[in-house]
């Protein structure tokens, strides 16, 4: 009786593993498949030989791509889109979370703020109205156009508010104490303490700004404006123009593709440098942010 | 949301100087809100205009609820709404069940390198663009790619599953589901680690299997935040995934693929009728914060948390 127990549950730890395992192996080959993809020659590609490793190995596309300055244009545009987003965001979540995080006693207007934000959060006025408001502010075709829209993150508002409520008074009561001014204890005191919430908000604009390729396509008209992930979605996905299945055959087995797929890898190259610091400060961020009592 | 933390002192109330401080730091961001999300509220009148750009919000003629009308006598408006609830509920249903498998299935292998690692490879797909994952879903789901190759294997003839009407939905959903079950598998994750591991001991030494623990003790346990995610996701229900689909939809699954979004960006900002797609937008502003605020009150009723 004993042993057949033991076997059964034997059976089933293994049943676990190759589930788990399978449901991260999906995860993991397409991405490795796209890799390969990219490594491999053309006509490889187009016959759909191509599978996790590549065949006929050749780097012919990543010399193409070195020499592609719309890509590298459009790579530095990502970069300083990112940089100025990011920066423009952490100002914006500072400023108004650290008001917010006080108590209505401290600060009563408090209360009316933190419902102007949350409506701003929950509602829009779609994209129409606010590509008006962009184009009349003739901000159409310039970087603001892809940084100013979103300047406030109110998610991450929120989520900075209820870690600057973390912070024992204590420590804001002794610098007040100390005849320190606001501003002060918001640099000195809050922001060396909140480094770890900082850095999750941070990380999460990051990834917005480096994703985002709507911004791009609304607000730019010119091809060579457009940010990295517009530029390959115009590439690659372009099929809004397809209208029957022969055509949509045909793009399937172009023999551009390995050169799509290296530009696709390039373009996560970034994101994959960051993900060790995503993935130490993300879970964290979910769990101040998405549920609270 | 702002009650003090302790009653037994008396609360700090600070003064005017700091207050001025404050209001000074919250006006640029007000003065943000108000130009790009306020401003444009006003701005969405113009769904209740026969609007013209050359005459602007101030000279376009008031047409009353006329667009509104418009819209419902569309036969495709009506699609587009039925294919947004079918993605949305198949996605907010899919999107329970398998990260919470997951996170209980994970949860069973021992072993924290193992499991480290696991986690590890299916956060990445979150932290991808869709733009990225249309590429690699596109040549996935090929004539020629993998998944038909694999139901070669069985004698099935291949589909053109992204150009097929019987099987778009299946696709984005069971794709964005593919993307999200093990970002969304964290908050369980956390919740399985704040079961008391004194109730697994009594179960086994009352003889219950490792599955009857896992029915009568981790499900149980983890019902509070599925309720929770998936009310919160109600609230969304209008909301089908526009990057999604926009990267993997074409003219021939507008029939069962088009949702709001990308019918609101096709007729507004690419046929250029304003008013019928800020009408559109509207509506759809309107009842998803109803349903948000409704979700959300339902969710602090039933488990006591809420997201505001």
Redesign the interface.
């Given at each position: 009786m004993v042993q057949k127990k033991t076997f059964g549950s034997f059976v089933a730890k293994g049943i676990i593993w190759i589930i788990v395992i399978a449901m991260t192996l999906s995860c993991l080959l397409p991405l490795i498949n796209m890799v390969a993809i990219s490594l491999s020659s053309s006509n490889a590609v187009a016959s759909n030989q191509v599978g996790l490793l590549p065949v006929d190995f050749t780097v012919t596309t990543y010399q193409k791509l070195l020499n592609d300055s719309q890509f590298w244009a459009s790579f530095w545009i990502s970069v300083k889109r990112v940089i100025l987003g990011t920066a423009i965001n952490m100002f914006f979540a500072i400023t108004m979370a650290y008001p917010l995080s006080k108590s209505k006693f401290r600060f009563p207007a408090r209360e009316i703020y933190i419902k102007v934000i949350i409506f701003a959060m929950l509602f829009s006025g779609g994209i129409i109205p606010l590509f008006m408001v962009v184009s009349k502010l003739n901000l159409v075709d310039t970087i603001w156009a892809l940084v100013l829209p979103g300047a406030v993150p109110v998610f991450n508002v929120i989520l900075l508010i209820n870690f600057f409520k973390g912070v024992p008074d204590s420590l804001d009561e002794a610098a007040r104490i100390d005849g320190a001014s606001t501003l002060t204890i918001l640099t000195k005191v809050y922001l060396p303490v909140s480094l770890p919430a900082l850095a999750t908000i941070a990380l999460f604009s990051i990834v917005y700004h480096w994703n985002d390729y709507f911004s791009g396509l609304l607000y730019m008209n010119k091809a060579s404006l457009y940010p990295l992930q517009t530029y390959i979605q115009q590439l690659t996905v372009d099929i809004t123009q397809i209208t029957d299945t022969e055509q949509l055959k045909q793009l399937a087995t172009m023999s551009n593709r390995a050169f799509n797929a290296t530009k696709i890898v390039v373009s996560t190259i970034p994101l994959l440098v960051i993900y060790p610091f995503l993935q130490k400060y993300f879970v964290s961020g979910i769990v101040i942010g998405a549920v609270k009592e | 949301?702002?009650k003090?933390?302790t009653k037994q002192h008396k609360?700090?109330?600070?003064n005017k100087k700091?207050?001025t401080?404050?209001?000074l730091?919250?006006l640029?961001?007000?003065i943000?809100?108000a130009?790009?999300?306020?401003?444009?509220?006003?701005?969405?009148v113009?769904a209740f205009q026969d609007y013209v750009p050359a005459r602007g919000i101030f000279g376009s003629k008031w047409v009353g609820l006329e667009n509104f009308e418009i819209i419902f006598s569309f036969p495709d408006s009506v699609q587009v709404f039925w294919n947004t609830l079918i993605i949305s509920f198949g996605k907010l249903i899919m999107n329970a069940i398998i990260p919470v498998l997951?996170s209980i299935?994970?949860n069973?292998?021992g072993g924290k390198f193992f499991k480290r690692t696991?986690?590890?490879?299916?956060?990445?797909?979150h932290?991808?663009?869709w733009?990225?994952l249309?590429?690699?879903?596109?040549?996935?789901f090929?004539?020629?790619?993998?998944i038909n190759a694999m139901l070669g294997v069985f004698g099935i003839d291949a589909v053109?599953f992204?150009?097929d009407n019987q099987w778009f939905r299946t696709v984005i959903i069971g794709t964005d589901v593919?993307k999200e079950?093990?970002y969304n598998s964290?908050?369980y994750l956390?919740a399985l680690l704040a079961i008391d591991p004194g109730l697994y001991e009594a179960a086994s030494i009352d003889g219950a299997?490792?599955?009857k623990q896992i029915i009568y003790i981790t499900l149980p346990a983890l019902m509070p935040?599925v309720v929770?995610m998936a009310a919160l996701n109600l609230g969304n229900i209008l909301n089908a995934g526009?990057?999604q689909v926009?990267?993997?939809?074409?003219?021939?699954v507008y029939e069962t693929g088009d949702i709001i979004d990308t019918y609101?960006?096709r007729i507004?900002?690419v046929e250029g009728q304003?008013s019928i797609?800020?009408a559109v937008?509207?509506f759809?502003?309107v009842i998803?914060?109803v349903l948000?605020?409704s979700a959300n009150s339902l969710a602090k009723k039933t488990t006591?948390?809420?997201?505001?």
């Open positions: - | 949301m702002a003090p933390r609360p700090y109330v600070g700091e207050r401080t404050f209001h730091m919250l640029p961001g007000m943000m809100l130009i790009f999300v306020f401003v444009p509220l006003i701005g969405s113009m997951f299935l994970l069973e292998i696991f986690q590890t490879i299916v956060y990445l797909p932290f991808l663009s733009v990225v249309a590429t690699v879903v596109t040549n996935m090929s004539l020629e790619g993998p053109q992204l150009a593919w079950f093990g964290v908050i956390a299997s490792r599955f935040t929770l526009f990057d926009f990267n993997l939809y074409n003219p021939i609101v960006y507004g900002m304003y797609g800020a937008g509207l759809k502003s998803s914060f948000i605020l006591g948390s809420s997201i505001f």
